[in-house]
């Protein structure tokens, strides 16, 4: 869904990072709200979801915005 709206989730369960984390001299950032995904057209957007189960069973999947034709 958030290729398809063009949206970046926020990340549940997470009001500010651990601070031993030091993200603020990082390049990597939590979101805290639901934002705009802008792309400056390098390459498509691409999004990738891990699913932990039970009983060792861990889907994961990296998906692609299709950015053909609306044909």
């Not at 063009?6 to 990082?26: A, F, G, Q, Y």
Request: hydrophobic share 35%.
């Amino acid at each position: 869904m958030a290729l398809h709206h063009k949206v970046l989730p926020p990340t549940i369960k997470v009001e500010r990072p651990n601070p031993d984390l030091h993200i603020d001299e990082s390049p990597f950032y939590i979101n805290t709200r639901a934002r705009p995904w802008i792309n400056g057209c390098e390459h498509p957007r691409r999004a990738a979801v891990s699913s932990f189960g039970f009983g060792g069973s861990n889907f994961h999947v990296v998906l692609e915005e299709y950015t053909g034709s609306a044909e």
